[in-house]
């Protein structure tokens, strides 16, 4: 039976691309044969670290926002990733048998210095914790969005470095991405890669007339509804791709595509994405709001799964360090 683990960070508030490249996804997936491990990852989250209190309302929110969406602690494990200090053993062993190459080719980091981001060396060692992650338990998929798929393979890569030095240690993982491709990348107010340190976000649960002032910050150009266009490069369409279903996603494309009097105008298509997410996301806004009156239900279940997760993570780090001639 496979091993899938995945995981968040805490770092701002859960957006739709989060919740389409990955969360949607993971609870999907514990329906399948297989032990499911996701984390909350926290260490990550310090390399961009607004302080311990907005830290740990953070942590707290990724741990709501995945057991309202569904994840059901009887199918798979939720845990801080802090609360198995072992990855971080297991990041400088595979530190010491990866080269700064690697580490320099990183999109994700050369996107986030383009940005203006003034990098701390954990934003630049980032991908070797990751790696600590995925390896410390032996994963062997690691359902991601797009923008994390170089991640994974820089795993692959590292497991690889470590098991040729020392032996076969560490698993092989693959990456699995959202069988349909708008999900695997989708797209910000902006139209750049929805990102929390982009400040280009729509939050899960945002509703009402926050919901409406954010999609109301969708780019759009000044050309008239009438004028024919092509949906597929329209930012409120390719959001909207991910509410509506096929049929009705199809018949808005037909009249945006042919213009003319009945074509509808960019402040349709924002109004119908509006209704779209506050529908898709009411029950799991409901579920929600039920579970924060209840913070010793969050913090049990995040309990009980770093103790399943740990154990886990210490027979590999044995068995790492074993090899590699530290006992
Ligand atoms: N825009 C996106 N489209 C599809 N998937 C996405 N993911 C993130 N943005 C999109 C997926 O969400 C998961 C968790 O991501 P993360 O929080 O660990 O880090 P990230 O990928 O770097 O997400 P952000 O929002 O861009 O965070 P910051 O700005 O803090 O770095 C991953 O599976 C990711 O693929």
Redesign the pocket.
């Known amino acids: 039976m496979p091993t899938i683990l995945?995981?968040?960070?805490?770092?701002?508030q859960?957006?739709?691309?989060?919740?389409?490249?990955?969360?949607a996804?993971h609870v999907a997936l514990q329906h399948e044969p297989g032990e499911h491990f996701y984390f909350i990852?926290d260490y990550?989250?310090l390399?961009?670290s607004k302080g311990a209190a907005e830290l740990r309302e953070r942590v707290r929110d990724v741990a709501l926002s995945y057991l309202a969406l569904g994840l059901d602690p009887a199918k798979a494990v939720l845990f801080r990733q802090s609360d198995v200090p072992e990855v971080t053993e297991l990041a400088w062993l595979l530190a010491c048998v990866t080269g700064m190459g690697l580490l320099e080719r990183a999109h994700?980091y050369k996107d986030?210095l383009a940005h203006g981001i003034r990098p701390s060396v954990g934003l630049f060692t980032y991908p070797l914790l990751m790696a600590a992650d995925i390896l410390a338990y032996d994963s062997d998929q690691v359902?991601?969005?797009?923008?994390?798929?170089q991640h994974v393979e820089m795993a692959q890569d590292m497991a690889g470095y470590f098991n040729g030095a020392y032996g076969e240690v560490f698993k092989r993982p693959e990456a699995r991405l959202?069988a349909a491709a708008a999900?695997?990348?989708?797209?910000?107010l902006d139209g750049e890669?929805?990102?929390?340190?982009?400040g280009n976000?729509i939050w899960i649960f945002e509703s009402g007339k926050a919901l409406k002032k954010r999609i109301g910050a969708i780019v759009t150009d000044s050309r008239p509804p009438e004028e024919p266009k092509d949906p597929e490069g329209l930012v409120p369409c390719q959001l909207l791709k991910l509410f509506l279903s096929a049929e009705e996603y199809a018949q808005w494309c037909e009249r945006i595509r042919a213009g003319g009097p009945g074509a509808p105008g960019y402040g349709h298509l924002k109004l119908r994405l509006q209704e779209a997410i506050e529908q898709h996301f009411a029950a799991a806004r409901a579920e929600r709001e039920r579970l924060v009156q209840h913070p010793e239900q969050v913090e049990r279940v995040l309990r009980d799964g770093a103790a399943v997760a740990r154990a886990r993570a210490r027979a590999t780090r044995d068995r790492a360090l074993q090899a590699c001639g530290l006992r």
């Open positions: 995945s995981g968040v960070q805490p770092s701002g859960l957006h739709l691309g989060n919740y389409f490249g990955a969360l996804q990852a990550h989250a390399t961009t994700s986030k359902p991601v969005g797009k923008d994390q798929v959202p999900e695997a990348k989708v797209p910000g890669k929805m990102s929390k340190s982009y976000t």
